[in-house]
Nanobody
Framework: VQLQASGGGSVQTGGSLRLSCVAS????????MGWYRQAPGNQREMVAK????????LYGDFVKGRFSISRDNAKNMIYLQMSNLKPEDTAVYYC???????????????WGQGTLVTVSS
């Protein structure tokens, strides 16, 4: 099972980006999914999380209404729409998923490889 993130790039302050992440492999069920980020010299921090049925989301305090997380269970995908980007949003963004391989196995967490977002002033 693996996660593949994409959509990062370079934008100017105030710009927008949409990150995508697809899960592939032997998957029975994906529970919570989320996006995290890590800037140089900083610890990894939670950006946004979403439950399997999309009824609940959680955002980092710094998001302040600028980002929106969503998912498509039929495609095993998660998205992060980012708007009004700021230089302090510059970081490597990682997707995370809680995955079950079968009905009889316990879920486990996996990470994508990360996609770089650079916001210039």
């Amino acid at each position: 099972v693996q996660l593949q993130a994409s959509g990062g790039g370079s934008v100017q302050t105030g710009g927008s980006l949409r990150l995508s992440c697809v899960a592939s492999g032997n998957i029975f069920r994906i529970n919570d999914m989320g996006w995290y980020r890590q800037a140089p010299g900083n610890q990894r921090e939670m950006v946004a999380k979403i439950t399997r049925d999309s009824t609940a989301t959680l955002y980092g305090d710094f998001v302040k209404g600028r980002f929106s997380i969503s998912r498509d269970n039929a495609k095993n995908m998660i998205y992060l729409q980012m708007s009004n980007l700021k230089p302090e949003d510059t970081a490597v963004y990682y997707c995370n998923a809680d995955v079950q391989r079968s009905r009889l196995t316990l879920p486990f967490g996996i990470w994508g490889q990360g996609t770089l977002v650079t916001v210039s002033s």
